[in-house]
């Protein structure tokens, strides 16, 4: 009876710090993945941007997998109405989410059996963003997005020559090393520079206005 008794004790013990834990979690509004799966069926009340947005308990949400502009750059606003459209006020299935180091989570992401990843990447609302371990279906949807010159491959928002001749200077961003380069027409490499406006290269009439806007002559026009 003795036994019984500390047993009962115990596991009652045991419930309760339970309950305060999940309690304190749900306090915090961080789901936290790594001790249990995200419930299926997230509803997302809000959308920041083309590959973005909040769902219920106010956790926000990254797709995995692609990036999509920002909203201030070509084919950025129409990234977000699109993704606005196909998850907006609706459930969305997060898969194989983790916390990123921006406590996000980051998650495949699926409507009404849409993938909603390749949706976007095929439509031209986003790039491919190759980690490594995104399924082949988002590569391939890059590819025939690229093929096909749509949204971010547009000759909008993806250029070689420039529009305007009287403004030639690339003005070109480097995203890893994070930092900015102009090249002119005499540079030795100028016509492989590739303007991708999507993710904020700009084109400049005059060195003057390139270092304006932070950019330092290339390397390769020294």
């Not at 606003?77 to 996000?104: G, T």
């Amino acid at each position: 009876m003795v036994v019984l008794y500390l047993y009962m004790v115990i596991k009652k013990k045991l419930i309760t710090a339970a309950l305060v834990g999940t309690t304190l979690l749900a306090g915090f509004g961080i789901i936290n993945v790594a001790r249990r799966p995200i419930p299926q069926g997230q509803t997302v009340i809000e959308v920041i941007d083309g590959d973005t947005f909040f769902i219920t308990n106010h956790q926000r949400v990254r797709i995995n997998g692609l990036d999509a502009p920002e909203i201030q750059n070509c084919n950025g606003k129409e990234a977000k109405e699109a993704l606005k459209k196909l998850v907006l006020n609706k459930k969305v299935i997060l898969s194989n989410p983790v916390v990123d180091y921006y406590k996000r989570i980051v998650a495949s992401v699926s409507v009404d059996g849409i993938s909603v990843g390749e949706y976007l990447i095929k439509n031209g609302f986003a790039i491919y963003n190759s980690t490594g371990d995104t399924d082949e279906y988002l590569r391939s949807a890059g590819n025939f997005a690229r093929e096909q010159k749509l949204g971010i491959f547009s000759s909008k928002c993806y250029q070689i020559d420039p529009p305007d001749p009287k403004c030639p200077i690339k003005g070109n961003i480097d995203h890893i090393k994070k930092t900015k380069s102009y090249y002119l027409p005499e540079c030795k490499i100028y016509n492989e520079v590739e303007m991708e406006i999507y993710l904020g290269d700009e084109w400049f009439c005059s060195e003057k206005e390139a270092k304006s806007a932070g950019y330092t002559k290339a390397q390769t026009c020294l």
